[in-house]
């Protein structure tokens, strides 16, 4: 079946330019998250949304970064004011969700490689 | 909090080498572990996995024992192969407050020549 979609692949902006990453879940899969990995920084959590629940968004590393998913599905990471230190691999996954599901593993996009000049 | 910490890289190996890469962690409660590869150029994905107590998770011949008394989750091969460069993360799923997210190592990366 399909996996994590994620667009574009790539991104290249300027600094100061607002940009939108987009990500398409595996259907049935209602807990969604977004990572960023920055070139030796390993892999970090910026958020993660589960059903209609409040999103957790304790990753977030400004307020310049925020997420939205529409009708539990398409989720969206917006970039504001984009800065050079934003350039990075913006990973999404997606799992299933409830009490049972931390033996499920999270599946991956093949990421969106933003560069902010 | 939950932490993962692997063993410092990068690995460098010969072809039909054998391969361990340590992962021990902390967590609360039980938590389910993972490992994923990266190769050049690619996304995440899940190489295996063992979600209780001495539990073997295995695929592509890389194997790895849940060892609560130790909390840790080694990776091992006993012949690698040059196809086998990428990138090994070690993450762990837990309960508690935000039991969603995997908390990954740092990663470690491996070269085999050939």
């Known amino acids: 079946g399909a996996g994590v979609s994620q667009s574009p692949s790539n991104k290249v902006t300027e600094k100061g330019k607002d940009v939108e990453l987009r990500c398409d879940p595996i259907?049935?899969?209602?807990?969604l998250y977004w990572y960023r990995q920055s070139l030796g920084q390993g892999l970090e959590f910026l958020i993660y949304?589960?059903?209609?629940?409040?999103?957790?968004k304790s990753g977030l590393p400004s307020d310049r970064f925020s997420a939205e998913r529409t009708g539990g599905s398409v989720s969206t990471l917006t970039i504001q004011r984009t800065q050079q230190e934003d350039s990075a691999v913006y990973l999404c996954?997606?799992?299933?969700?409830?009490?049972?599901?931390?033996?499920?593993?999270?599946?991956f996009g093949n990421g969106t490689r933003l560069t902010v000049t | 909090g939950n932490s993962v910490t692997q063993m410092e890289g990068p690995v460098t190996l010969s072809e039909e080498a054998f391969l361990t890469i340590n992962c021990t962690y902390t967590a609360t409660g039980y938590p389910s572990l993972f490992w994923y590869v990266q190769y050049p150029g690619e996304g995440l994905q899940l190489l295996l996995k063992?979600?209780?107590?001495?539990d073997k998770g295995s695929n592509k011949g890389f194997e790895a024992t849940y060892r609560k008394e130790t909390t840790s989750f080694h990776l091992e091969k006993g012949s690698v192969q040059v196809s086998d460069s990428a990138v090994y993360f070690c993450?762990?799923?837990?309960?508690?407050?935000?039991?969603?997210?995997?908390?990954f190592g740092q990663g470690t990366i491996l070269t085999v020549h050939p």
């Open positions: 949304f589960q059903g209609n629940s409040a999103p957790d």
């Open positions: 993450a762990l799923r837990a309960s508690g407050t935000s039991y969603g997210k995997l908390t």
């Open positions: 259907s049935g899969h209602t807990a």
């Open positions: 063992a979600t209780k107590a001495d």
């Open positions: 996954a997606s799992s299933l969700a409830g009490v049972g599901a931390i033996s499920s593993p999270l599946h």
